[in-house]
């Protein structure tokens, strides 16, 4: 999902080259229409977890653990919390520091990453906007060098008429 979602983002042209190194499933186009919409259904749920990349696993594995441990504690808060949900609230609090443990070391490798992909996005960017650019600016001065030569032809047959004139005329 994220490698579709990064597609429709940065264009057919530029994500050919991340795709054509990585090995992460395509996910089913109607699947990444509904996640831009906001419309999963359970369904679709099973199928973004199996189609994220590692980093957003981790996240999405993550926020699941917040989402479970804060449902736990609510559920029981009433009730008084026993001995077997404080210990599995404890778990989860830990698992979930391990997880933003691996997640900080993590995530500055996936950055650096993606901060890479972003940058030959923007030099590929960069040289199609040249080139329209200079592509632009040579048919302006193509132009403007067909004109002035119309002038300096105009000019030079006025200037060759007159000394023409004049010569006839002396």
């Not at 957003?56 to 441990?69: G, M, S």
């Not at 592509?135 to 008429?161: H, R, V, Y």
Request: net charge negative; aromatic share 6%.
């Amino acid at each position: 999902l994220c490698h579709a979602l990064l597609h429709i983002f940065g264009g057919e042209a530029s994500i050919q080259q991340l795709t054509s190194c990585t090995k992460l499933p395509v996910p089913p186009l109607g699947l990444v229409d509904r996640a831009l919409a906001f419309r999963l259904t359970q369904d679709d749920e099973g199928l973004v977890a199996a189609t994220l990349c590692q980093h957003h696993k981790l996240h999405r594995h993550r926020f699941e653990l917040w989402v479970q441990c804060h449902s736990e504690m609510r559920r029981n808060a009433s009730a008084g919390i026993g001995h077997g949900v404080l210990e599995r609230i404890e778990q989860m609090g830990r698992d979930i520091e391990e997880l933003e443990a691996v997640l900080r070391r993590d995530s500055e490798s996936y950055m650096d990453a993606f901060g890479q992909y972003l940058q030959e996005l923007q030099d590929e960017h960069y040289s199609r906007v040249c080139q329209s650019l200079s592509g632009e600016a040579n048919q302006l001065i193509n132009s403007w060098q067909s004109q002035i030569d119309g002038l300096d032809a105009d000019l030079e047959q006025k200037i060759n008429g007159r000394r023409t004139a004049l010569a006839v005329s002396l």
